[in-house]
């Protein structure tokens, strides 16, 4: 199995950017479709953006459509997630997440990706 590892979060100010990372070891990821999720606190975990294997095919939630970018190395075994024009609505803790690549972009439900990282917080001032 893979194991993920995430880095890149912080504090920012509202307006601002983040660049986030996922590096997986143990195995190439270029067997999975990979994905960012984030979980506020009390709240439910939530789909970001998900990435196909070969990187072609991206879907985002809604709420970050046209201001986050999930783009993946596989010559580098790494995943990122560009955070731009950030909200403090974003804050959170960010996980990259993988599975099986048979399984493409859907569904985007939490249960279905079977590997996670430990997260990253992301935290926007107002």
């Known amino acids: 199995q893979v194991q993920l590892v995430e880095s890149g979060g912080g504090l920012v100010q509202a307006g601002g950017s983040l660049r986030l990372s996922c590096f997986a070891s143990g195995q190439t990821i270029s067997s999975y479709t990979m994905a960012w999720f984030r979980q506020a606190p009390g709240k439910e975990r939530e789909f970001v953006a998900g990435i196909t294997w070969g990187g072609v095919s991206t879907n985002y939630a809604d709420s970050v459509e046209g201001r986050f970018t999930i783009a993946r190395d596989n010559t580098k075994n790494t995943m990122s997630l560009q955070m731009n024009s950030l909200k403090p609505e974003d804050t959170a803790a960010y996980f990259c997440?993988?599975?099986?690549?048979?399984?493409?972009?859907?569904?985007?439900?939490?249960?279905?990706?079977?590997?996670w990282g430990q997260g990253t917080q992301v935290r926007v001032s107002s």
């Open positions: 997440a993988a599975r099986s690549r048979g399984y493409g972009l859907a569904p985007v439900s939490a249960s279905s990706y079977g590997s």
